[in-house]
């Protein structure tokens, strides 16, 4: 899961990152808004952190701007204003939940999951599209409508994790490579299309009408037309 964290308090920022990177999460740092909105306009995060009181562009700008965009990734606001009328601003604006500084490590940390799982999940923590289930923490991989099952190995299951977590999206694949092997070059380019193809046996075996289709010159795309 990869996560933007937006706060200009370098020192908050430095202990979100350290919080979240033990946690397992990806993370990238803004410091203020438009730097913010910058590497949302060039990844895919799976939630958003961010500091309502930001130079350049405020929290509320920058999530105002996102749904304009029709970015649906969950947006969790920090403030240090605890007034209803903030937490009214800043849902109306596009937010999904709202934190107060200061906050205890485990709440954020319970809420970043359950937004999480809200986005792409299902109610028991399994992630789900079209006719398939994904049990992260057994690399189980079902369809709902044979039963059938199969164990995915760590490269196919991050693949379907991270097009899980981006559907109704295009997802490229240097976007891919960044997400499972954590840095750019041909070769990783040639194993994306290695694990791809492994991961469509997969779903075939298990009699899924979900299918992973490729876009010519862009990508790969999350589809199941016959549910």
């Known amino acids: 899961m990869k996560l933007l964290v937006a706060e200009d308090d370098r020192r908050m920022a430095g202990a979100l990152k350290e919080l979240l990177k033990e946690e397992g999460y990806d993370l990238d740092l803004a410091y203020d808004g438009e730097e913010a909105l910058d590497f949302l306009m060039a990844d895919m995060y799976d939630l958003v952190i961010l500091d309502v009181m930001m130079p ?47 906050f205890l490590s485990k709440e954020l940390l319970a809420r970043v999951r359950a937004l999480i799982r809200r986005n792409i999940g299902s109610p028991d923590g399994s992630l789900a599209f079209g006719d398939i289930t994904l049990d992260t923490s057994k690399a189980l991989l079902s369809c709902v409508t044979t039963g059938e099952s199969v164990r995915l190995s760590e490269k196919e299951m991050k693949i379907l994790e991270h097009m899980i977590a981006n559907q109704g999206q295009i997802v490229s694949r240097e976007s891919l490579a960044m997400r499972i092997w954590g840095f750019e070059n041909d070769a990783e380019y ?6 791809m193809t492994f991961t469509r046996k997969k779903l075939r075996f298990i009699g899924a009408l979900t299918e992973i289709k490729a876009v010519r010159g862009m990508g790969y795309e999350l589809r199941c037309e016959n549910v």
């Open 190 to 195: 040639n194993n994306v299309e290695v694990y």
């Open 56 to 102: 350049k562009k405020d929290g509320f700008s920058v999530v105002r701007r996102m749904r304009q965009e029709g970015m649906r990734t969950p947006v969790l606001m920090l403030t240090a204003k605890g007034e209803v009328d903030d937490k009214v601003t800043g849902l109306d604006s596009g937010a999904d939940d709202y934190m107060v500084k200061p």
